[in-house]
């Protein structure tokens, strides 16, 4: 079945250290997006890319980094420079309409930093 | 801009009562209208859409009819059960743009 997989769902770090959150679709959507969710919050938009090699800041990027090598994966880092990375972690992807016909979203990845 | 305003929650709810979820939307064009749902620890899924007015989008006993007049999407179920719990999101989308999103409303229904 087609689907977009988010992995690890759990990912515990120490405070100051770089982590890398994997996102897979083989849905053969052309773009992806990272969203952060705090507790009670809706969606705050992390990244986003329309296209392979290229990808757009957020309303909230300072502190995380992406890439875009392949159409399927679209990994996010957490790095040292995020100031507070406990959070819950959605990966999405959609057609090139940008949504218009929806995003399908991964089951998300749980950070949390101690 | 475009922005999509849904009523504050908790909703609480007991069981078999009717539900409604109101959302109301400011957009430029003729957006596409949806309602996504979050169940705990879990992604969103996509539960309706509508891309025209008058569109009625159902799904699992859940509807929304694309109210342009009013510029409403308002999420109804006849009777809810508590597996219903959840988050309800509703978002809109216009031509080649990204999703916008409400901040979301949580059902809340007892036995």
């Known amino acids: 079945d087609g689907g977009i997989t988010q992995s690890p769902k759990y990912l515990f770090r120490k405070e100051g250290q770089n982590v890398t959150l994997s996102c897979e679709q083989n849905?053969?959507?052309?773009?992806m997006y990272w969203y952060r969710q705090d507790p009670g919050q809706g969606l705050r938009l992390i990244y986003y890319?329309?296209?392979?090699?290229?990808?757009q800041k957020g309303d909230i990027a300072e502190g995380y980094s992406v890439s875009r090598e392949k159409k399927e994966s679209f990994p996010l880092t957490v790095t040292s420079a995020q100031k507070n990375p406990t959070a819950f972690y959605l990966c999405?992807?959609?057609?090139?309409?940008?949504?218009?016909?929806?995003?399908?979203f991964g089951s998300g990845t749980r950070l949390t930093v101690v | 801009g475009d922005s999509v305003t849904q009523m504050e929650g908790p909703v609480t709810l007991s069981e078999e009562a009717f539900l409604t979820i109101n959302c109301t939307y400011t957009?430029?064009?003729?957006?596409?209208l949806f309602w996504y749902v979050q169940y705990p620890g879990e992604g969103l899924q996509l539960l309706l859409k509508?891309?025209?007015?008058?569109d009625k989008g159902s799904n699992k006993g859940f509807e929304a009819t694309y109210r342009k007049e009013t510029t409403s999407f308002h999420l109804e179920k006849g009777s809810v059960q508590v597996s219903d719990s959840a988050v309800y999101f509703c978002?809109?989308?216009?031509?080649?743009?990204?999703?916008?999103f409400g901040t979301g409303t949580r059902l809340l229904v007892s036995p």
């Open positions: 999405a992807s959609s057609l090139k309409d940008g949504g218009g016909n929806g995003y399908t």
């Open positions: 849905l053969n959507h052309d773009a």
């Open positions: 890319s329309q296209i392979v090699n290229d990808f």
């Open positions: 957009a430029t064009g003729y957006p596409s």
């Open positions: 509508a891309t025209k007015a008058d």
């Open positions: 978002a809109l989308n216009t031509g080649f743009q990204k999703l916008v």
